[in-house]
């Protein structure tokens, strides 16, 4: 660690890792993935923590990506660096897809993908309900904790309409500036820590 980001390294926030709760990277990460990164966590529990970068759409579209799925105008989303070749979705849809999980009120994680399609081909589904993501964010038992303690995340609250409803390349600066006057000069720093 330099002598900068000594300076401005991360305040931890009263909260703990868990299920709904938001990851904000450190702002001088050089991590591909993880820079100035917000992670939603869909679980976290005794056998590791699993989750998605929000804040970092591609420029591909749901077809370009999987080629036997209906015409369907919604962006992709990089999700982390595990399974990068897998999608994987949320959405604000419920128990309508049969085996989706909830991550929070109002948000919910997977489920079955034929009836993602289905409810394309029927014109029920509106690309505000749902998001698409190519891989996800892991951690092993403990492994997210160790990285808390290095001061690599900030842990933060959201709910499901911030997570749906923000522009996504403005949502870590947004969750910093929510965080309260001890992050806000956080939210100007360079990505780099040496310029000016």
């Known amino acids: 660690m330099t002598d900068l980001d000594k300076i401005f390294s991360v305040k931890p926030t009263n909260l703990k890792p868990a299920q709904g709760k938001l990851l904000i990277s450190e702002p001088f990460s050089k991590d591909f993935f993880f ?21 970092k759409p591609i420029e591909f579209k749901l077809n370009d990506v999987i080629s036997d799925f209906p015409e369907f105008d919604a962006k992709i989303y990089i999700g982390g660096p595990v399974k990068t070749d897998s999608i994987f979705f949320i959405h604000k849809l419920g ?12 948000l919910y994680w997977g489920g079955n993908i034929e009836t993602i399609k289905e409810m394309i081909i029927a014109n029920t589904l509106s690309k505000d309900d749902i998001r698409f993501f190519l891989g996800y964010s892991g951690w092993e038992p403990e492994q997210l904790e ?43 720093l360079p990505s780099d820590a040496l310029m000016n």
């Open 146 to 188: 160790k990285e808390i303690n290095r001061n690599s995340w900030i842990i933060a609250d959201t709910n499901s309409s911030q997570i749906m409803h923000k522009s996504p390349t403005s949502l870590w600066k947004e969750i910093i500036k929510g965080l309260g006057d001890d992050y806000q000069l956080l939210m100007n």
């Open 35 to 55: 820079k100035r990164s917000v992670v939603l966590l869909a679980e976290h529990n005794e056998e590791g923590s699993f989750g998605i970068i929000m804040n």
């Open 95 to 106: 128990y309508l897809v049969e085996d989706s999980m909830k991550i929070m009120d109002g």
